[in-house]
């Protein structure tokens, strides 16, 4: 049985970004194993909640895990770096200030199971978290150390949300105001000559689309299952019904390196980079 190995930064983070891929790969018989790197502790926690943050987050995920048929879940145990700026980025013990730590933290569960492709986080940690930005290094380090054939990186295909939202707009479904241009800027990657920019060290890689469809269901249980931070599954992060299907309805994803069996059986679909 292979084994693909999804390294997310917080609780929540393996539902959003990657539930319609880890579903359809168990479904597809590969056996699952989700990483977490942090408890999540400085996620804004709401007033029902009565047990420690992290304690609440890993229950969250459990269930979610249990939705996405979840072999295994482990968590490498560093602490929530907090939000960009924030002294907790600084921490002792927090992911973004154990960098070297976690890779060698990881590296050593990658070979304990005997991975055989690994989900990272995109360079700029998709929209620049600390610690998303920590996966992106440390799954890179741990890949370099135990030479894991298949490497992949979630992201978000930027020029896709854009055109999304000013059909939305135009069609009178989305408020001007919504979903600033400056925002959208700092998402995910854009096209780039004959490849995707990722970020100034590193080359244009592949950009791959899944699509999620079939998967949508246990992916919006996979969401509500985290009900602290997507206390509506309908209304994640302020986007209004009507258009958030469309964005939870595909899953990005960077290649680094060769094409590997976790993206053909998935049916990953390139993306062209528009002249």
């Known amino acids: 049985m292979a084994t693909a190995v999804f390294v997310h930064p917080h609780p929540d983070d393996e539902a959003i970004f990657t539930g319609g891929s880890m579903r359809r790969a168990a479904t597809l018989g590969w056996r699952v194993v989700l990483v977490v790197a942090t408890g999540g502790e400085e996620g804004a926690m709401p007033d029902w909640v009565m047990v420690d943050a992290a304690d609440h987050r890993r229950m969250e995920t459990s269930a979610a895990a249990d939705v996405l048929g979840v072999s295994e879940l482990h968590y490498l145990g560093y602490r929530d770096s907090g939000m960009a700026g924030h002294h907790s980025n600084r921490a002792a013990g927090s992911l973004a200030a154990s960098i070297d730590a976690a890779a060698t933290d990881l590296a050593a569960l990658l070979q304990r199971v005997s991975a055989d492709a690994v989900v990272g986080q995109d360079p700029q940690g998709i929209y620049g978290h600390p610690d998303h930005v920590a996966v992106h290094q440390v799954v890179s380090q741990a890949v370099a150390a135990t030479g894991v054939a298949e490497h992949l990186e979630v992201t978000l295909d930027r020029q896709w949300l854009g055109d999304l939202r000013t059909r939305r707009i135009a069609e009178g479904r989305l408020r001007p105001e919504a979903w600033c241009a400056a925002g959208l800027a700092a998402l995910g990657v854009a096209p780039c000559g004959s490849g995707w920019a990722t970020g100034p060290d590193d080359p244009p890689a592949p950009l791959l689309r899944f699509d999620v469809t079939a998967e949508a269901q246990a992916k919006q249980a996979a969401m509500a299952a985290h009900a602290s ?6 209304d994640f992060m302020g986007i209004p019904p009507g258009v958030f299907h469309h964005v939870v309805g595909h899953e990005w994803f960077l290649q680094r390196g060769a094409p ?10 390139p993306v062209e980079a528009e002249p």
Do not use: N, S
């Open 229 to 234: 931070q997507v206390p509506d599954a309908l």
């Open 260 to 269: 590997g069996p976790l993206a053909a059986a998935l049916g990953l679909d």
